[in-house]
């Protein structure tokens, strides 16, 4: 996908929106930084927080925590969440930057990670969706936050969803 694809004209504030949230975040580390410290009132909040207008337009959000695939160490970030059925569901958009977020990149290498909902620590396996789970997903996905379609034409790549399914431990 390149520039081209991007919608344009009236009505196109969603687009307006992701351009903007894509030239304010180009700092990467301010950013990291940023979710980071926002993963940290969400978790203090012990579930008194469910929802960002910040960082997901109003979507309910989670804490997920995975460990780096080089490091090993653990890492939180907060991600906007869909339910379906019994799992939850979150995309790598990463505000239409070209690459998918480090978060993503943990729970391809290591699948195991913890989410902090609603003040509950859950363990979840994390797997990408494919074919078409991943279309419907996307398509349900875009029903609750329409914008997320500008930030995938600004990327210029297709943005993976993942599911993920709570383990018993």
Same mark, same amino acid.
């Given at each position: ?6 919608? @344009? ?15 304010? #975040?180009?700092?990467? &580390?301010?950013? #990291?930084?940023? #979710? $980071?410290?926002?993963a940290?009132?969400?978790?203090? !909040? ?5 929802? !960002?207008? =910040?960082?997901? /337009?109003?979507?309910? =959000? ?8 080089? !490091? ?5 970030? =907060? ?18 930057? @070209?690459? &998918?977020p ?16 609603? /003040?509950?620590?859950? &363990? ?11 279309? @419907?997903?996307?398509? $349900? ?11 995938r034409?600004?990327?210029?790549? @297709?943005i993976?969803v ?8």
């Amino acid at each position: 996908m390149s520039q081209e694809n991007v919608p @344009e004209g009236p009505g196109c504030a969603q687009t307006a929106l992701a351009r903007s949230a894509r030239v304010l #975040t180009r700092p990467r &580390p301010l950013v #990291t930084r940023f #979710t $980071r410290a926002h993963a940290w009132v969400l978790r203090r !909040s012990r579930g008194r927080i469910q929802r !960002s207008t =910040v960082l997901a /337009g109003g979507m309910p =959000v989670l804490s997920i925590t995975t460990t780096g695939r080089r !490091s090993g160490q653990r890492h939180s970030t =907060v991600v906007a969440y869909m339910r379906d059925e019994h799992r939850l569901v979150v995309t790598a958009a990463n505000l239409g930057h @070209e690459r &998918p977020p480090a978060w993503f990149l943990n729970l391809m290498a290591l699948p195991n990670a913890e989410v902090e909902l609603e /003040g509950r620590r859950l &363990p979840v396996t994390a797997r990408r969706a494919k074919g078409h789970e991943a279309a @419907e997903l996307w398509r $349900r996905w875009l029903e609750l936050l329409p914008a997320a379609d500008a930030f995938r034409a600004i990327a210029g790549r @297709e943005i993976p969803v993942v599911v993920l399914e709570p383990t018993r431990p």
